[in-house]
């Protein structure tokens, strides 16, 4: 990846980082919870306001994997990616009007205590806890591995060992920020990085529109001039171009991040932030506002990208587009560049770190959170609140290094297939749970354990077969070919396959067994449903 930055803009950002990191850590201390006090470490007692709270769930929700790779599928594909940034701001629309409210009013701190309402079971705390991590550390690995070339893009530095350190130093500082936090800490954060994000990125937004006289129409021909493919840049197929059948994987491509990414546990955990059903509908009014406002800045930043430096030079700065993005808001500036556009290109570099530090410290949280509550708090009747917050903080560590010490050893591979794999495993395994118990009066325990290992198994044996691991130029293996399913994600299988399991789990468990979930279901259907009663423990 070769450097465009000149001396100055990387000692300033090199500064801005620096002053980042040190006043968000200062933010976590300031505001982390006591030692004996769990609510407070799980769920910030609720205290953020609708808007607050709003910008936290769309922080969370707006990953780093998705500013660097949705705008980079944008600048190499175009209408496909900007499908793909539509789907993204669909799925939240799908958590707002079907999961959010049941989700408050049956949750409390994990996904385990959603599951567990109905069907009380340390197996299913378990299993809800290793899906969470299964889910989540592939997108903690790839925004990690990420994070050593995109600091040597912007800073100027070479070598594998700086690259290895940033994603070392990098890692500490989001476990720190896990542990040290809690919910309120690692929410400010969020909060700040989706200020500065979409802030700057509307300015470089605009600027891109000026560019091209204020017609986005003679913006997107620029980019379809530009990107070497003519008017099949502005129509479907180009970005699964030579599968099997482009059509079918589009739409399932699709259908994968829709269901997947309203269902990741570090999104659905700010659910249980909110003090009401009123505020949980009014902060999701404000996530989806973000998210929608985020979709249009990355489709003119990733359009303005490609018709500003062509495709040809983004792909050959990164052959997935990681830096489009980046490229994109650098180019809009020209040739010479004034100390103002210089400030406004730390601002956007600086938003994309905040990005990287916020997206991985908050799933880092989820999976610590669902480790120590579910797992090891579960053990215990009535285990002391100090202890339980100190095991959380200690999973923190034990989620964080192990994804710090893999990331350093997958860096330089082509890791779309592990983003893949996360929204695979969300929309097979943790969407139909989460539905069934929900809202299938006669959904039985075996049937949710049916549906979180058989859709999680069906998804973890397709994957290595798919073309995102080995049989095209773009894949974790290009020089391999053993693909045995010919899609790039497994949703067409593992979707209907999550869905069934668990309907076949539920008939196999019997009469008896459903008709006394049946009355259980309805005992809590009122709390579930409208939050008709307080919730407990």
């Not at 937004?205 to 006289?213: D, E, N, P, V, Y």
């Not at 197929?237 to 399932?252: C, H, K, Q, V, Y």
């Not at 040809?312 to 556009?341: C, H, K, M, W």
């Amino acid at each position: 990846m070769t450097t465009e930055l000149g001396g100055s803009a990387q000692t300033t950002s090199l500064v801005a980082f620096t002053a980042v990191a040190t006043l968000t850590l200062l933010l976590c201390v300031m505001t982390g919870p006591d030692r004996d006090d769990l609510d407070e470490f799980y769920t910030g007692y609720g205290s953020l306001s609708p808007l607050r709270n709003g910008l936290a769930i769309a922080g969370d929700y707006i990953s780093a994997a998705s500013v660097l790779g949705t705008g980079g599928v944008i600048a190499l594909c175009g209408y496909d990616g900007v499908v793909l940034a539509l789907s993204t701001a669909l799925s939240l629309m799908l958590l707002m009007f079907l999961l959010a409210e049941p989700l408050r009013n049956a949750g409390r701190f994990t996904m385990g205590d959603v599951l567990a309402r109905r069907m009380p079971s340390r197996g299913v705390r378990i299993t809800a806890c290793a899906v969470t991590i299964a889910a989540l550390m592939p997108l903690m690995l790839v925004q990690l591995a990420g994070t050593g070339q995109l600091l040597a893009y912007l800073l100027g530095f070479s070598g594998d060992s700086l690259q290895t350190g940033c994603v070392i130093g990098l890692g500490v500082l989001m476990i720190s920020y896990a542990a040290i936090g809690g919910m309120k800490g690692t929410a400010l954060i969020q909060i700040l990085k989706i200020v500065m994000l979409l802030g700057s990125g509307v300015v470089v937004a605009l600027l891109i529109l000026h560019r091209f006289g204020w017609d986005p129409g003679a913006l997107f021909d620029a980019a379809a001039r530009q990107s070497g493919v003519g008017p099949a840049f502005l129509h479907s197929g180009l970005e699964f171009a030579g599968g099997a059948s482009p059509r079918l994987d589009m739409i399932t491509s699709e259908l994968t991040i829709v269901l997947g990414g309203a269902c990741l546990p570090h999104v659905t955990m700010r659910m249980y932030t909110a003090s009401s059903a009123r505020q949980v509908r009014r902060s999701m009014s404000w996530a989806v506002s973000s998210v929608a406002l985020f979709v249009l800045v990355i489709t003119v930043v990733g359009f303005g990208a490609t018709a500003l430096i062509g495709r040809a030079a983004i792909a050959q700065a990164d052959p997935q587009g990681n830096t489009a993005y980046l490229l994109g808001s650098r180019a809009v500036f020209g040739a010479e560049v004034s100390p103002v556009e210089t400030f406004l290109f730390t601002t956007v570099t600086t938003a994309i770190f905040l990005t990287l530090l916020a997206s991985v410290s908050g799933m880092i949280l989820a999976c610590a959170n669902s480790l120590a509550h579910d797992v090891f708090a579960a053990r215990v009747q009535e285990m002391p609140p100090r202890r339980e917050m100190t095991l959380a903080r200690v999973s923190a560590l034990a989620v964080g290094v192990p994804t710090i010490a893999l990331a350093t050893l997958v860096q330089h591979r082509s890791l779309q297939h592990l983003v893949t794999l996360s929204f695979c495993l969300g929309a097979s395994a943790i969407a139909p749970a989460l539905v069934y118990s929900l809202f299938w009066r006669r959904f039985t325990r075996t049937g949710l354990m049916c549906t979180l290992i058989g859709g999680s198994l069906a998804v973890l044996v397709l994957m290595p077969g798919t073309t995102l691991v080995s049989g095209s130029p773009v894949a974790a293996f290009p020089d391999a070919d053993f693909a045995y399913f010919p899609f790039t994600t497994t949703g067409l299988v593992s979707i209907p396959l999550g869905f069934l399991c668990g309907w076949l789990g539920t008939l196999a468990s019997g009469r008896a067994k459903t008709d006394g979930q049946r009355r259980q279901y309805e005992a809590v259907e009122g709390l579930i449903l409208a939050g008709a009663v307080r919730r407990g423990g």
